[in-house]
């Protein structure tokens, strides 16, 4: 079974600054998804990848299969970017999916 | 990307009564759709996946005549839950994924039960 981690587990920053959420996981996988959780629920597919980057706006998401580790980044951060972000990795050997426990990010004006 | 959606986003519903999810595909066609379960504070759970026109493979300690899945459109999947109780209350997540294997997720339903 794949095993996701997630750092940091909470983060705070202020607004304009350049965040990073970290990745990794455990047995080699086709793609990772990020995904992000509003405080209302409603999850948004941001980044489906399975290698290199991905750009979206001021989201970037890059995965390094090698190393089983992947980052998002949000540059020039605002506030209503604070919400949970997730990552999830196939099941290994499966479609099913497997998620990190969500970095809380909360961007203060 | 892709766009999923359910219907409703919210309900509320009181003890023993049945509530339908409804979740769509709006722009693709999904043969394959996953069902999550979100308690407060806790990642997303699978509670079944559905191929069109098959029956739902449900996941360990989920309930299947509790959790009734029907997917007979590769645009639509209900979710029913029968027979509610207070501890079903939950956040209820479809995700839909197509011929290329990615997953789009629906908005969710948040499912209140009285």
């Known amino acids: 079974k794949n095993e996701v981690e997630q750092s940091p587990q909470n983060l705070t920053a202020q607004e304009g600054e350049f965040i990073t959420i970290n990745c990794s996981y455990s047995?080699?996988?086709?793609?990772l998804h990020w995904l992000q959780q509003h405080p209302g629920g409603g999850i948004v597919s941001l980044f489906m990848?399975?290698?290199g980057k991905k750009k979206h706006g001021r989201l970037i998401a890059t995965i390094n299969i090698q190393e089983k580790h992947s980052s998002l980044h949000i540059t020039a951060s605002h506030p209503r970017d604070s919400a949970v972000y997730i990552c999830?990795?196939?099941?290994?050997?499966?479609?099913?999916?497997?998620f990190g426990k969500g970095t809380k990010l909360t961007v203060n004006p | 990307g892709a766009v999923v959606s359910q219907h409703p986003s919210w309900v509320i519903c009181k003890s023993g009564t049945s509530v339908k999810i409804e979740c769509r595909s709006l722009?693709?066609?999904?043969?394959?759709m996953f069902w999550y379960r979100q308690f407060p504070k806790q990642s997303l759970m699978l509670m079944a996946t559905?191929?069109?026109?098959?029956?739902?493979?449900?996941e360990q300690g989920v309930e299947k005549d509790k959790f009734l899945i029907n997917h007979a459109s590769l645009t639509l999947s209900t979710l029913t839950v029968t027979s509610a109780h207070p501890e079903d209350s939950s956040f209820y997540i479809c995700?839909?994924?197509?011929?290329?294997?990615?997953?789009?997720f629906g908005p969710g339903t948040r499912l209140t039960v009285t």
């Open positions: 995700s839909s994924q197509g011929a290329s294997y990615e997953q789009y």
């Open positions: 559905s191929n069109e026109g098959s029956k739902a493979t449900y």
């Open positions: 047995v080699g996988i086709s793609a």
């Open positions: 990848l399975s290698s």
């Open positions: 722009d693709f066609q999904a043969t394959t």
């Open positions: 999830a990795v196939p099941q290994g050997g499966s479609e099913k999916l497997v």
